[in-house]
């Protein structure tokens, strides 16, 4: 089947899914006019008393308040006072209508990183093997948290306030060119240079936000390998190895995160720097305009309150630089996630686990390469159904890779895989996983109960659950304790022994009722005992079933009726375990006496 191209984030994608919440948006946009409206007169208007009642100059502000006021407050302390009041009004007004639009983008924000974060899960249930091996789960991790928290705070924080002080800036310079056209023109000319001047510092820092980033990645996927493995550090008195690279890794996170905060920071200040000298620049022409113009002392106020009133704006533009490069770089970051390979799939044509009567399992010359190092060199072997078949061999002899082959988490270069003479590619992958089940040494567990652990989605009752942990030897366990069904495992399994996970994995399989069970080293953590009380607790149970037991233990081998011996990626033996003994070849070294 080819590959589909894989979307990629984009702006245009995410303004797509931004449209998806036109009312929210139009709503917002709204609020932003009202909050606008509400904060932009406000430095005009106790500066402009200052003519009128403090130096006694006939103006517009005290007949009009005269005229909307009662009589007892129509003095200088009432003028002063009312307009108090309604700076107070305009104030707590312009906060309620701020707050309600950064709800909305806030909502909105987090409704477009959902659609994002569902967009990666999705490439992550697809992407190949190889692709997520050389990814690391620490690394996917900090795409899919730190990343994406990125572009949650760059879309639901700076945006909105990118609105409200590009309209508050907007309404400045018209009140600012209605008081005195030619300083506002002045005023407004030289805050180009300002914001060019800030925008050259800004890209000498652009990097630093990615440089960031990425070393957090290499921290975390550390960390996540580090816990992943604790018992076996801690038991191997290892810990100074490994902790000592992740202080090393978290040594770099710090000299990167330092780089980066104070270089930005620099920046930053630099252009809030060269903002106010503006200021003072401005601030000597309204002084030298009040003396060679019409400009009064009141206004000239104004102009200084408006000056500072465009301090918070102003900063808040030239800091969409800095959260655009770091949002452009969380959105790079994403993009090579997003373009890794999928894993190879086909269309379902036939399906020859209809029939539920037992299937054969054929492997024609088998070939297979981990980074150009050859593990299956012509593998060939066919299993009857309801044949139970070890296979044994050497560390490294491939075993564990044909089980994956097996699974379709990988390809070979070279052979066919058949069920009941069926090539994978015509049977499709999720149907081949959902009749196979396969038991490994090490099973993977998760921080949950033990009924969620056996059942892993399925809706399967709690009697079924029980039948099949007395298949799996753990019933009598699981019912001493206080939770039964409920209690959980910790992480990884870590409140279970080795062969109670072991055992819990065997339940989980029963209840899946596969076609074709694969038992990988699956009871070699159990006592003798235990495992011979599994082994014919299991022979009703895999009666019928096509059987593949991966094995080291001769008493996990014995219970199959044929082996196959693995040495150097290819099958060299296969027999019984009397006539493979007789032949004194690789099984004799391996099992004999």
Request: aromatic share 8%; net charge positive.
């Given at each position: 089947m080819a590959e589909q191209p894989a979307q990629q984030l984009s702006w245009r994608l995410i303004r797509r899914l931004a449209l998806q919440h036109k009312h929210k948006i139009i709503l917002a946009n709204l609020l932003a006019v009202l909050a606008t409206l509400a904060s932009v007169p406000i430095p005009l208007l106790l500066p402009l008393l200052v003519d009128e009642v403090?130096?006694?100059?006939?103006?517009?502000?005290i007949p009009f308040l005269q005229g909307v006021l009662p009589h007892a407050w129509a003095v200088p302390i009432g003028f002063i006072g009312s307009l108090l009041l309604v700076t107070l009004v305009l104030r707590s007004s312009s906060l309620v209508f701020n707050v309600l639009q950064g709800r909305l983008f806030t909502q909105l924000a987090k409704g477009i990183v959902f659609q994002l974060r569902q967009l990666l899960l999705g490439r992550l249930e697809r992407i190949a093997m190889a692709e997520y091996e050389s990814l690391g789960s620490g690394s996917v991790a900090t795409h899919l948290v730190t990343d994406l928290d990125t572009l949650d705070a760059f879309i639901g924080e700076t945006l909105s306030r990118f609105l409200v002080a590009l309209l508050t800036l907007c309404g400045t310079a018209a009140i600012l060119l209605w008081m005195h056209w030619q300083l506002a023109l002045l005023i407004l000319l030289l805050n180009p240079l300002v914001v060019f001047a800030t925008v050259k510092l800004g890209k000498q820092v652009k990097q630093l936000k990615k440089q960031e980033n990425d070393?957090?990645?290499?921290?975390?996927?550390?960390?996540?390998?580090?816990?992943?493995?604790?018992?076996?550090?801690?038991?191997?008195?290892?810990?100074?190895?490994?902790?000592?690279?992740?202080?090393?890794?978290?040594a770099d996170a710090r000299d990167f995160a330092i780089a980066s905060k104070w270089k930005t920071e620099a920046a930053m200040r630099a252009s809030g720097l060269m903002f106010q000298f503006g200021i003072d620049v401005f601030r000597a022409v309204a002084m030298l305009t009040v003396l060679f113009s019409d400009l009064s002392i009141g206004q000239m106020l104004a102009v200084f309150s408006y000056l500072w009133f465009m301090i918070g704006p102003v900063e808040q533009l030239l800091n969409l630089q800095y959260a655009l490069y770091g949002a452009n770089g969380a959105m790079q970051r994403l993009n090579q996630l997003l373009a890794s390979?999928?894993?190879?799939?086909?269309?379902?044509?036939t399906n020859p686990f209809a029939d539920k009567t037992g299937?054969?399992?054929?492997?024609?010359?088998?070939?297979?390469?981990?980074?150009?190092?050859?593990?299956?060199?012509?593998?060939?072997?066919?299993?009857?159904?309801?044949?139970?078949?070890?296979?044994?061999?050497?560390?490294?002899?491939?075993?564990?890779?044909?089980?994956?082959?097996?699974?379709?988490?990988?390809?070979p270069s070279v052979g066919e895989i058949l069920y009941n003479g069926v090539p994978i590619e015509q049977i499709g992958l999720d149907r081949v996983r959902s009749n196979l089940a396969v038991v490994l040494q090490a099973p993977?567990?998760?921080?949950?109960?033990?009924r969620e652990n056996i059942l892993l989605g399925r809706g399967d009752s709690d009697q079924q659950c029980w039948q099949a942990l007395e298949v799996a030897q753990l019933a009598d366990y699981v019912r001493q304790l206080p939770q039964g069904l409920d209690a959980v495992v910790g992480r990884a399994g870590v409140r279970l022994s080795g062969g109670q996970r072991q055992r819990l994995a065997i339940a989980r399989m029963v209840l899946a009722d596969p076609a074709v069970v694969i038992l990988d080293e699956a009871t070699s953590a159990l006592d003798s005992r235990t495992e011979q009380a599994l082994h014919e607790a299991l022979q009703e149970f895999l009666a019928g079933r096509t059987t593949l037991i991966i094995a080291h233990r001769l008493s996990a081998v014995r219970q199959a009726d044929r082996v196959l011996v693995l040495a150097d990626g290819q099958v060299v033996e296969q027999g019984d375990h009397q006539s493979l003994l007789a032949e004194d070849g690789v099984y004799a070294r391996l099992y004999g006496n």
């Open positions: 403090l130096l006694q100059q006939p103006g517009k502000a070393s957090t990645a290499r921290f975390t996927q550390a960390l996540t390998e580090t816990l992943d493995a604790i018992h076996e550090v801690r038991a191997g008195g290892h810990q100074g190895y490994f902790f000592g690279r992740l202080r090393q890794r978290a390979k999928d894993e190879q799939d086909w269309p379902p044509q299937v054969t399992l054929e492997v024609r010359n088998l070939q297979f390469a981990y980074r150009d190092e050859p593990v299956l060199r012509g593998m060939s072997f066919r299993i009857a159904a309801g044949e139970k078949v070890a296979l044994v061999g050497v560390s490294g002899g491939g075993k564990s890779t044909l089980v994956q082959l097996l699974l379709g988490l990988y390809r993977a567990l998760f921080n949950a109960s033990i």
